[in-house]
C-alpha cells in the first residue's frame, strides 16, 4: 500500500518562494510521479509530472517558475517536491501529489486525474497580492 503525504504548503506574497515536499511509503519507483491543484470552484489540474527516468512535464501556467524533482528511494521512501517561484495569486490552490504506478498515465497522459492510483490529503497554498 504506497501513502503520500505532502508538506510545505502556506500563505506568501506573489513573487515569493514555497517549496512543497510529498513523502510516498511503500513503493520505491513509481512509474510517475505529479503535482495537481485544485482552487475553489474549480476542477483539479496537472501542474508538473516526472519519470523514474528524471524526465519532466510541466503547465504552460507554470512554465519556467516551478520545478519538479525526485530523490529517488531509499529503504522504500521516496520523496517528491515542487520548488514554487514567481508565485502569483492564481497560483492559489490545494496542491496534492499522486503516483502512478500501474502505468496507466501511459495511455491516458500525465495530467489525467485517472492515470493515478494513489493520492496525498494535499497542502494549500495561498498567494496574496
Known amino acids: 500500500q504506497v501513502q503520500l503525504v505532502e508538506s510545505g504548503g502556506g500563505s506568501v506574497q506573489a513573487g515569493g518562494s514555497l517549496r512543497l515536499s510529498c513523502s510516498a511509503s511503500?513503493?520505491?519507483?513509481?512509474?510517475?510521479m505529479a503535482w495537481f491543484r485544485q482552487a475553489p470552484g474549480k476542477e483539479r489540474e496537472g501542474v508538473a509530472s516526472i519519470d523514474r527516468y528524471g524526465r519532466t512535464t510541466y503547465a504552460d501556467s507554470v512554465k519556467g517558475r516551478f520545478t519538479i524533482s525526485q530523490d529517488n528511494a531509499k529503504n522504500m521512501l521516496y520523496m517528491l517536491y515542487l520548488q514554487m517561484s514567481s508565485l502569483k495569486p492564481e497560483d492559489t490552490a490545494m496542491y496534492y501529489c499522486?503516483?502512478?504506478?500501474?502505468?496507466?498515465?501511459?495511455?491516458?497522459?500525465?495530467?489525467?486525474?485517472?492515470?493515478?492510483?494513489?493520492w496525498g490529503q494535499g497542502t494549500q497554498v495561498t498567494v496574496s497580492s
Open positions: 511503500g513503493y520505491a519507483y513509481p512509474n510517475l
Open positions: 499522486a503516483a502512478d504506478t500501474q502505468q496507466r498515465t501511459a495511455v491516458v497522459g500525465a495530467f489525467n486525474e485517472r492515470g493515478y492510483t494513489y
